[in-house]
C-alpha cells in the first residue's frame, strides 16, 4: 500500500456547510504562505503550544479505588410482588424480566431491590498500555529541545516495535477497547495501543511502514485543519493509511488549549475535527485527544456531547475503567528508551 495512489479526492465529497467553514477554509487558507504572520492561531509552524507537554488536570477527581461494578449486584431474578400484575404493568416496572409477556407468580416473593439491573458481564478494570508518540524522525534541529523531547527515531522506533511484538503485545483500537470496558469483548492477551499526536506526515514515511511490518497497527490523531501543510499528512494518505487498518482520531481543527477558548469555541473545535475525518474516512470517529492533553469537566463534556466514545490524556498510567473512557492515561515515549527499557516502563506501572 505504500506510495499507492487512485483515491479520489476529498473534494468529491459534499462537506457540511460547518466543515466547510471551518475547515475546508482554514485548509486552504493554510496552505497560503501569507499566514506565517498575521495569523498567530493559524501559524503553520507548530507553537510551542502544539506540544503535548505533559499536564494534569487538577479539577478532574482522582478516581476512587477500583470497585468492580460486577461484584455487588443483586440479580434481578426477583418476581414481582404482585403475582396477578399483567406483562403490561410488569414491563413498566421491570423491563429486562417481562419480555417472554406473562409472569410466573411468586406469593412468596419480596419486593426486590429498586436498584436491581441486569448489566452484561463487564470488565471492571483492564492494564492496557497506551503509548503516545508524535514524531517518528531524527530532530532536524538539535537545539530544538522540544523537538528533540517530542522525536522518537525511526531506528528505536522500529526496535521498541520488534521487541513489543517478539514480548506478545498486539496492538488494538481505541474502540477495542471500549467495547471491551463496556461490554466485555474480549482482548488479546497482551494487548497495547499505540498513538501518534498531530498527525505527522513523518507517521506515513517512518511509523506505518513498521507497523506493517510487524503486524501491528496504530491509531492518529490529525489536527484537521494542518492537513496536507508541510510535515503534516494529506488527506490522501490519511485515506490510504485508513483503508489499511489504521485507526484515526481527532484531535482538533487548530490545537488550542480547550481549557481557555471558551466553551463555543471548544465545541466548535471538537465537532469540527471529527466531522472533517468523518466525510474524508466515510466512518465513525470515536476517540479524541485533548490538545497538549489540557482538559477540564466542561471540555469532557463537549467531547462527550460530540459523540465521541473515548478521549486520550497526557497523564501517565496503563489501568483503565469504563467511568475512565473520556480521561484515558497514557504513557509518553521517547528515544532514550531502549525496548527493554521502554517493556521495564510498561510493566512497572
Ligand atoms: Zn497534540
Known amino acids: 500500500m505504500l506510495g499507492g495512489r487512485g483515491r479520489g479526492p476529498l473534494l468529491k465529497v459534499?462537506?457540511?456547510?460547518l466543515?466547510?467553514?471551518?475547515?475546508?477554509?482554514?485548509?486552504?487558507?493554510?496552505s497560503t504562505p501569507s499566514l506565517d504572520g498575521p495569523h498567530p492561531p493559524l501559524s503553520t509552524t507548530p507553537s510551542p503550544a502544539i506540544t503535548d507537554s505533559g499536564y494534569a488536570a487538577p479539577d478532574i477527581e482522582a478516581p476512587?479505588?477500583?470497585?468492580?461494578?460486577t461484584a455487588t449486584t443483586t440479580p434481578v431474578a426477583t418476581p414481582s410482588p404482585n403475582p396477578?400484575?399483567?406483562s403490561t404493568d410488569t414491563m413498566t416496572l421491570m423491563p429486562n424480566t417481562a419480555k417472554a409477556g406473562t409472569v410466573t407468580p411468586s406469593p412468596t416473593a419480596t419486593?426486590?431491590?429498586?436498584?436491581?439491573v441486569n448489566p452484561p458481564p463487564v470488565a471492571a478494570r483492564v492494564k492496557v498500555p497506551i503509548l503516545m508518540y508524535h514524531y517518528i524522525r531524527v530532530n532536524p534541529d538539535p537545539a530544538d529541545r522540544m523537538g528533540y523531547n517530542l522525536s522518537v527515531t525511526p531506528e528505536t522506533f522500529a526496535a521498541q516495535v520488534e521487541y513489543l511484538t517478539r514480548q506478545g503485545y498486539r496492538a488494538i483500537s481505541i474502540g477495542q477497547l471500549v467495547a471491551h470496558l463496556r461490554e466485555n469483548q474480549p482482548l488479546p492477551p497482551k494487548p497495547i495501543i499505540l498513538t501518534f499526536d498531530d498527525g505527522y506526515r513523518d507517521f506515513y514515511t517512518n511509523a506505518y511502514p513498521v507497523l506493517k511490518r510487524y503486524g501491528q497497527k496504530g491509531t492518529v490523531f490529525v489536527i484537521t485543519g494542518l492537513i496536507g501543510n508541510k510535515e503534516y499528512l494529506t488527506w490522501e494518505q490519511i485515506m490510504e493509511l485508513a483503508t489499511d487498518g489504521i485507526d484515526f482520531g481527532a484531535h482538533t481543527v487548530h490545537h488550542p488549549d480547550l481549557q481557555r477558548t471558551g466553551e463555543g469555541q471548544a465545541a466548535i473545535e471538537i465537532k469540527a475535527s471529527k466531522e472533517a475525518l468523518e466525510l474524508a474516512l466515510g466512518k465513525s470517529i470515536i476517540a479524541f485527544g485533548y490538545p497538549s492533553g489540557r482538559y477540564n469537566d466542561s471540555v469532557v463534556n463537549l467531547v462527550k456531547a460530540a459523540g465521541f466514545q473515548a478521549?486520550?490524556?497526557?497523564?501517565?498510567?496503563i489501568w483503565h475503567r469504563e467511568r475512565d473512557l473520556f480521561i484515558l492515561n497514557r504513557l509518553r515515549v521517547t528515544n532514550a528508551m531502549a525496548p527493554e527499557a521502554l517493556v521495564r516502563y510498561i510493566e512497572s506501572q
Not at 466543515?19 to 493554510?30: Q, V, Y
Not at 476512587?64 to 461494578?69: D, Q, V
Not at 478521549?311 to 498510567?317: E, H, K, L, M
Open 14 to 17: 459534499t462537506p457540511s456547510p
Open 84 to 86: 396477578t400484575t399483567t
Open 311 to 317: 478521549a486520550v490524556t497526557t497523564q501517565q498510567g
Open 64 to 69: 476512587a479505588p477500583n470497585t468492580p461494578l
Open 19 to 30: 466543515w466547510l467553514a471551518l475547515s475546508g477554509g482554514l485548509i486552504l487558507l493554510l
Open 111 to 116: 419486593p426486590g431491590p429498586t436498584t436491581a
